[in-house]
């Protein structure tokens, strides 16, 4: 077991960044300076808890750096946080998309807030990722809101103020109801046990119920964290988020911010309640194929760039749904690894848009052609992260998606052959897209716009690194996430799922 | 016919005594030295008196620890950590309205003690509620209030709205006091006494066979509770009201109205009429419903601040309600631990827009609110983070309010009740978010800059640290609102 310390490091670094780019605001370049080496300390202190996390430690528990402080036992308020194989490539992503998002996508319109939204943001996503404790992540999960909506609205395009208001309403009243849920399951477990409130993820997981209950609170539950995932139909307010939001900001939401969605799902919907996760398999896995052929749907007709990659987003976020729920190990490790490398890609896509944005001050499709020629090195870093994303063998996404649709197949035949309709229709629009945007003649402004400098490769160089390896070698990262899935597994099997 | 004088806990009505005789020597100081008190002195007295009372609470908390809750004067009076507390929050908001006020007394050219003798007697009937034991203590306690507040809504002579806002607030809360005494008069039919406790002994040693009388009795006190802490559909008066008067008046009315009112009201609730909760609260729970929803909905359509405020105070007020819905021990904590932190908040952005109201007290619509915080990075922030906790975001004290008030209801089994408030909540979240929109617009840099005068500025300062502070470190706020409620003398 190592030191809490660690976990509690990676809350502080960002918030202590954020303070320290707060007060040097007013000196050019000075607080953008404090982030960069907050956002790299908080880096590497991942990269050395990746490395010290031990799976294999005190027999089946798979949580490593846990502590627990009891804050307020009125409201049964605690400091409680651990970390296993599910989270830590959480807490990897969170840490990788902060430090690309502000190297790749400076935004030097008062930068200072806007530097220190972005801090204030990781320190809460991290919060999120480490706690082993239902209020606790609750509490963080509604403060992630905050920073996303002035990042939004502050910083956005033209229609920003929608945009930041439709995100916080959407996810606030989804989460009124993970509330009203986090509540009462606090109360059964005290009335159970007779003793005082607590949300503590491990005594949580231990109070029984019967099924009905179960089925409201997965339902509650859900519902939050399918708005915030997305998975249709609560989807609707992502496409606008994500375009409108400044580089930055699209990167942290789609690549970071919508795995808390399928993180809650996994962590505290099915591991809670082992009980509806059989009941409720169906209708989710269904709602997750649907998402995927409608954000393919979507993606192919769609004339701006940036919501090409929000609805396939949606088609991924759903694929990464539909490994969860189909309740077989292989497909929920493909799952885990899906929200990895999903992040991963994204932060590619946004990034390579935003250099673009940037040169032609538009992400319309029909606006820009034959980039190709003009940015040879753009189009070919761009490429090979369209086909990680399609699930070309050989990169990232390739190895989760085929983890996802076997173990889909081995439970649910049906659901796999469908949901198998998305890698087809991800390769049609985005090769498609591609073609539209890279292929031709340029013409005019088209043609005039420089290749990726020096510093943007630099940028996009952990991303396309990220994309082989863990294509060719994903064993590091699959035998930390394995038995963690294992662990959760073997809790919910009782309640009837196949191995 | 000799006439016994009741023991007297001189402890337990200090405050009030504190109170009455600030306003008293202001009364007689204005009297004898004309034009002589200024508004410093009155300020001075004002804040000094409130914080002398606000440190009798410590004395008294201490007493009733060690000795536990007593009643006197005739059990009209009850002693209990309940009624320490919401004294003490009664008292400081008076302290921080008084500060405000002081400086918005100097702009408008409204100087003298006047206002100030209005405002020490109307919380000393704020602070005589929380500590009724009686139905009559309660009425006069809430006369007391009224009364000086009637007079302190008209108190912007340049203004005529303000005069008619006094008008409308005076004729229906006039009318609602009437109702009130109406109910306790049939209550008393009912059940022989006025006396909460003697109350609650014959509820709970006789059945009721013809419980009408109880039954309407009941229903008009409750009707002349929810017409003073504006449950809907008693709440009409209230935009008006707060539109109306002065911005430092709805500051000084959104808190120790609150506190006053919520506090007698979960005495008669749960202490007399505690048997009868089956009876109150399927009424309660249309009454929460229609509050959270209602009050939400309005404030969306509002362009006017102090009007948006109103609404959204009936929304508070609908939270609040939920913990005497809940009726348990953990009800009433939440409910005392909402209004504790929700009056510091209410008057430090009742005290920001008294500043932005300027002159004349005119400027309170939202388009003058439009690039604050671009202009004035730390008022406008201020103004962002009263705003944010009153949605109820985490690490403000308006998300454990919310908290509290919700775990007492899913703990007493009506899930669905506290999914409805937070629905309100959630629709109430689009107007304060718009109007931190509005703070952070970058369109109007060139609007003229407000100035903050020291004391308000103080005031506002204070308002956000309690509210941060104590986001961030609930545990001693919460400790203290369980055990005063531990304290409860039933």
Known sequence: ?499 | MTVTIPSIHYLAILPVILLLGGALCLLLATALLRNKVTTVAATSLTVAVSLAAFATTFWQWRCVDRSGPTTTVAHAIVLDGFSVVATGVIVLGLALSALVAHDWAIRERVQGAEFHILALTSTAGAVLMTQANDLIVIFLGLEILSIGLYVLVAFDRHRATSAEAALKYFLLGGFASAIFIYGAALVYGATGSTNLSSISYFLGANVVLHPGLLYAGGALLLVGFAFKVAAVPFHLWSPDVYQGAPTPVTGLMASIVKVGAFAAFIRVLISALGTQLDTWRPIFWVLIVFTTLVGASLALVQRNTKRMLAYSSINHAGFMLLGLWAGTIRGTAATLFYVMTYAPIVIATFAVLTLVGGVGDENHDIAHYRGLARRQPWLGAALAVLLLSQLGVPLTTGFYAKFAVLAAVVDAGNTTLAVIALLGAAIAAVFYLRWTFTLYADDDLDAARIVVPTMTGLVIGLGVAATVVFGVWPGPLAALAQHATVLFSP
Request: positive net charge; charged residues 10%; hydrophobic residues 55%.
């Open chain 1, 1 to 499: 077991m190592h030191s809490s310390l660690w976990l509690t490091l990676l809350i502080v670094v960002p918030l202590a960044g954020a303070l320290g780019s707060m007060l040097t605001r007013k000196i050019e370049g000075r607080a953008y300076a404090v982030a960069v080496v907050a956002a790299s300390v908080e880096m590497v202190l991942t990269l050395v808890i990746a490395v010290l996390y031990n799976n294999h430690i005190a027999g089946a528990q798979t949580f490593d750096f846990a502590t627990r402080h009891v804050l307020s036992a009125p409201f049964g308020l605690a400091y409680d946080v651990a970390l296993d194989g599910i989270s830590l490539f959480m807490v990897v992503l969170c840490a990788l998309v902060l430090l690309l998002a502000l190297l790749g996508a400076r935004d030097k319109r008062r930068e200072g807030e806007f530097v220190s939204w972005l801090l204030l943001l990781t320190s809460f996503t991290m919060g999120s990722f480490v706690a082993h404790d239902f209020l606790e992540f609750f509490i963080f999960f509604e403060l992630t809101l905050v920073p996303t909506y002035f990042i939004v609205s502050m910083w956005g395009g033209a229609q920003r103020a929608k945009a930041a208001m439709k995100f916080f309403i959407y996810t606030f009243t989804g989460s009124v109801f993970l509330f009203a849920g986090v509540l009462y399951l606090g109360f059964l477990h005290q009335h159970e046990t007779q003793g005082a409130l607590t949300f503590a993820y491990s005594a949580l997981s231990a109070t029984s119920m019967s099924h009905g209950v179960a089925v409201w609170l997965f339902i509650a539950f859900a519902i939050a964290f399918a708005v915030k995932a997305p998975i249709w139909p609560l989807h609707t307010w992502s496409p606008i988020s994500y375009a409108e939001a400044p580089t930055a900001g699209s990167i942290e939401m789609s690549a970071l911010l919508a795995k808390l969605g399928s993180y809650g799902l996994l962590r505290f919907t099915i591991g809670l309640l082992p009980l509806a996760f059989v009941t409720m398999r169906p209708i989710i896995l269904t709602l997750a194929v649907i998402g995927i052929l409608y954000g393919s749907a979507l993606a192919c007709v769609t004339p701006d760039l940036k919501r090409l990659v929000a609805y396939s987003s949606l088609a991924q976020m759903s694929f990464i749904t539909l490994g969860l729920m189909a309740g077989s190990k292989i497909a929920m490790v493909g799952a885990v690894l899906l929200m990895f490398n999903h992040g991963v890609i994204t932060i590619g896509f946004f990034l390579i848009i935003g250099f673009v944005e940037r040169r032609r001050a538009t992400a319309t499709i029909k606006d820009l052609s034959g980039l190709q020629g003009p940015m040879p090195v753009m189009a070919a870093l761009f490429t090979v992260v369209m086909l990680a994303s399609i699930g070309l063998p050989g990169l990232s996404g390739f190895v989760s998606e085929y983890l996802i649709l076997i173990g889909t197949f081995a439970t649910h035949a049906w659901w796999g052959v469908f949901g198998a309709f998305g890698v087809v229709a991800a390769a049609v629009y985005l090769l498609w897209g591609y073609q539209r945007v890279f292929h031709g003649r340029a013409t005019g402004a088209n043609a005039e716009v420089s290749d990726a400098s020096t510093k943007e490769r630099w940028v996009l160089a952990p991303v396309i690194v990220l994309i082989i390896v863990l294509g060719v070698f994903p064993h590091p990262v699959l035998e930390r996430i394995s038995p963690s899935v294992q662990q959760l597994i073997a809790h919910v099997a009782p309640a009837g799922v196949s191995k």
